[in-house]
């Protein structure tokens, strides 16, 4: 039977959970607060892992912290004070969830090139880490919409939420281009040319690397059995 233990120990499929139930339940929070389960999802991925009594996690909670404090703040402010730090604020905490994300990436990365072997520990690795990469240029897309407004043609109402961005990402990604979010400027085309670029290479390289992996394991295990068969001592 499969302990609470258990479960807790699988960080990569918490991972994988958290930001599964992130892109399906995201349209369900109210369009006020649409920002921040990205940032709680973040925050909880970067600490999932992290290593315990690490250096890192003691950064997250800090900076965790120091962010909501500074949003928390700002709710007690007069309207007006408010309304001329909304943009340094928004971006604040957008450059905060896109750190997080960054971080968990590395994080993912850093546990496939450690990788010896295909284990579902990978594979669950590698489909975190796609998820995460959507979500990431997402958030690129969302901070530079909050510096040039012009930058995308979006036929939706809310210019400021990031989940419109989470859509267009994930088209931009698997190359689907529906075309009901569109890229104006120049620079903003490139960043699509270059996510579009990244998400090709992605499932190239990593489905490379996955099956170089596999069959390394299995040349290495044919041989150690071979040498035990001719070894003259056996």
Known sequence: ??????????????????FLGLLLL?????????????AIIGVAGAWLLSEKGSLSRSVILFST??????MASARLLPSAVVQAARVP??????VFILILYAYCMGQIVSVLLR???????????????????GMFWAHIYTVLNWFHPESFALNVQQRDSASDFVYFSF??????????ITPKTQFAQ?????????????????VAYLVSVFIGRKIR??????????????
């Open 171 to 180: 088209v931009t990604l698997a190359s689907l281009g529906y075309g009901d």
């Open 1 to 18: 039977m499969i302990t609470l233990g258990q479960v807790l120990r699988e960080k990569a499929l918490l991972v994988l959970i958290l």
């Open 89 to 94: 604020i928004g971006l604040l905490f957008m």
């Open 115 to 133: 990788a010896k072997e295909v284990t579902h520990h990978l594979i669950v690795s590698a489909v975190s880490l796609y998820i995460v990469l």
């Open 190 to 206: 490139r960043l699509a040319i270059t996510e579009v670029i990244t998400g090709q290479f992605y499932l190239a390289v990593v």
């Open 26 to 38: 995201d349209p369900l929070v109210p369009g006020s607060l649409t920002n921040l389960p990205f």
């Open 65 to 70: 912290v120091a962010v909501f404090v500074l």
């Open 221 to 234: 295990g044919d041989d150690g059995r071979s040498n035990h068969r001719d070894d003259p001592r056996d």
